[in-house]
């Protein structure tokens, strides 16, 4: 989660520490947990569009910083 957090620092605003983190994309927000054994990521954005935008940036770099660690990532869509 760090690594991800300032990876999108670079980009867009991203705050972190060791159990927390948010990314601001211009679109909506991304607010991340972490435990010792998950990762609980919220997102706000206006629109179905911008809600699935992040959710697939958030997915895809996930699975690539964590190497051989996470191979899918199971999402829950609460309404």
Partial sequence: ???????FDRKVTATYDD???TVQFGFGDCQMQASSDSLVI???ADGDENFNRI???????????????????????ES
């Fill in 42 to 44: 919220d997102i706000q």
């Fill in 1 to 7: 989660m760090k690594a991800l957090c300032n990876h």
């Fill in 19 to 21: 159990d927390q983190g």
């Fill in 55 to 77: 959710k697939h940036v958030i997915g895809d770099h996930l699975i690539r910083f964590s190497g051989e660690d996470i191979t899918a990532i199971e999402w829950v869509d």
